[in-house]
């Protein structure tokens, strides 16, 4: 693992301190690490998403395309 330094204002310490002693984070690293985990998610969902918008129309999807979905994983389950 390597380290990184960063320097924050008091006020963004302050608030990364609360944090960690309110939401049960053991350091501030761990806090900063699931912060950038988020970030490469949702990344990752924006660029989901933009392909999908960027594909061409499908059927539409309704109750019937629901049904025949859950059909399908009720098949390969059993």
Same mark, same amino acid.
Request: overall charge neutral; charged content about 30%; proline content about 4%.
């Given at each position: 693992?390597?380290?990184?330094?960063?320097?924050?204002?008091?006020?963004?310490?302050?608030?990364?301190?609360?944090?960690?002693?309110?939401? *049960?984070?053991?350091?501030?690293?761990?806090?900063?690490?699931?912060?950038?985990?988020? +970030?490469?998610? &949702?990344? =990752?969902? !924006?660029?989901?998403?933009?392909? *999908?918008?960027?594909?061409?129309?499908?059927?539409?999807?309704?109750?019937?395309?629901? +049904?025949?979905? &859950?059909? =399908?994983? !009720?098949?390969?389950?059993?």
């Amino acid at each position: 693992m390597t380290t990184m330094n960063v320097s924050l204002p008091d006020g963004l310490k302050s608030f990364v301190d609360e944090q960690v002693a309110t939401r *049960g984070y053991s350091t501030s690293s761990e806090y900063v690490r699931e912060l950038i985990r988020n +970030d490469q998610e &949702r990344e =990752r969902l !924006r660029g989901l998403l933009l392909d *999908g918008a960027a594909s061409a129309p499908t059927a539409p999807v309704d109750d019937a395309y629901f +049904d025949t979905l &859950r059909r =399908r994983v !009720r098949q390969r389950q059993a």
